[in-house]
């Protein structure tokens, strides 16, 4: 899986790049909020990535934000939302406005992003309200942890831990008023509250 890419930006599209890493190009997609954070052609970029793998091909999806990532990688587990349209849907509202608008249920808001009509709308309020809602209530450091959560489940259950214990570890760490703001720290706590449970 490409986690991160850092490189030279060889083309810019209206909704990719092509970013050169040790001699070898990389196609990655962007929103148009990535692309608009990106410097012009030549010049050196790093991007955050998320791999999209399916029997016909292989695709890379990129982030300068850690918190566009993270709504991401949401959108694409609600029902008939895919990559592209995760995309196009970041696209179209910035991530703070996006998350506020599905934990207040505002379907007609999110009707107002092309490609999403009003039962993509209803549907993306009743999968991700709940979670929505924690992002946009914790403070920035929690946010900025919370969007490290799964990797660091997934650390945890490479050490042995069931992922049922390792995700109510992550969550009991994140509601406390001294959130961690890295992801080690994240970690190391959510390794000791393993220990309480």
Known sequence: MIAHL?????????QSVVLQVGGVGYLV???????????????????????????????????????????????????GIGPKLALTVLSGMSVGDLLGAIAGGDHRRLQTIPGVG??????MVVELKDRCAQLVTAT????????????????????????????????RVL??????????????AALAAVQEL
Do not use: W
């Open 6 to 14: 850092s490189g030279t930006i060889l083309e810019r599209g209206l």
């Open 29 to 79: 997609h962007v929103s148009l909020q990535t692309l608009a954070g990106l410097p012009p052609v030549g010049e050196a970029a790093a991007l955050r990535c998320h791999t999209h793998v399916r029997e016909d091909a292989l695709q890379v999806f990129g982030f300068v934000e850690a918190a566009e990532q993270r709504a991401f990688e949401l959108l694409v587990t609600v029902s």
């Open 118 to 123: 009003k039962k993509m709308a209803e549907r």
């Open 140 to 171: 920035p450091q929690q946010a900025a942890a919370g969007g490290q959560a799964p990797d660091v489940v997934e650390a945890l259950a490479n050490l042995g831990y069931k992922r049922s214990v390792a995700e109510r570890a992550v969550e």
């Open 175 to 188: 509601k406390r008023e001294t959130s961690p703001r890295t992801p080690e720290e994240l970690l190391r």
